[in-house]
């Protein structure tokens, strides 16, 4: 992979390495779940597969779940999914070639409670390969709230703990057009700061990145009805 690691995997899809803890802003905020103040008390085990639509400012797309690819990781999407906790997150960090990295949520307030809300690891049973949808980290055990969706053949990220918990299976054309013209992130790049978004939420993105994509809302898609 060379170049130290491909610079230790873009810090580790940069989340820890790119984020700093987030401050307070005084400054209206949109609306949320309170529930999401609680990290502690969102601990639902998952269905064993389920599906997501993601309803997004350029088109939607379904991820489809299954909890044994990595129990943790799925349990947590599935609990911040149910509250809404994606509503209104951008996606902040697209490269070209690499992936599509959203997250952290658009209220500061929430922000900072998910901060250090840590889950542990799962074992790597599926690679990182297009259209899978990973958690970014900073090094072990630190994934909280920030996912990425592969657009290529990343296996490479393998190695490294990165554990895929669900798949695009529908309207992965539609990730493929998630804007993308800002870049990295700062300081490596000219796009957002992470510590910002953590700390002012989306009246920072909406001024400083207007070109972002957003998702207007992840929801639950009811079970299929089983097959006769």
């Given amino acids: 992979m060379s170049l130290s690691r491909s610079i230790a995997v873009t ?16 400054q209206a905020a949109p609306a949320f779940d309170p529930a999401l ?7 639902e085990k998952a269905p064993e597969v389920f599906e997501v639509k993601f309803e997004t400012t350029k088109g939607d797309f379904v991820v489809k779940v299954t909890r044994a690819w990595a129990p943790n990781g799925a349990d947590r999407f599935y609990n911040l999914v149910k509250h809404g906790y994606y509503n209104g997150a951008a996606f902040f960090r697209v490269l070209d070639g690499f992936m599509a990295q959203f997250g952290i949520h658009a209220n500061p307030q929430v922000n900072a409670q998910w901060y250090n809300a840590m889950i542990k690891d799962d074992p790597v049973k599926k690679s990182n390969l297009r259209g899978y949808i990973t958690y970014a980290m ?10 990425f969706i592969n657009y290529t053949n990343n296996a490479r990220l393998d190695a490294d703990g990165f554990s895929p918990f669900g798949q695009v299976t529908q309207g992965m054309g539609i990730v493929d057009r998630l804007y993308s013209g800002y870049g990295e992130g700062a300081p490596g790049g000219r796009g957002p700061r992470q510590d910002l978004i953590q700390s002012r ?22 079970p299929a ?3 006769k």
Wanted: charged residues 15%.
């Fill in 37 to 43: 103040l609680k990290p502690g008390s969102l601990t």
């Fill in 201 to 222: 939420g989306s009246a920072y993105l909406e001024k400083e990145f207007p070109k972002l994509d957003t998702i207007k809302s992840a929801t639950l898609l009811p």
């Fill in 225 to 227: 009805p089983p097959k």
């Fill in 11 to 26: 810090f580790l899809i940069c989340l820890v390495s790119c984020s700093l803890a987030p401050a307070a802003f005084a």
């Fill in 138 to 147: 900073g090094g072990p055990n630190t994934r909280t709230t920030q996912l």
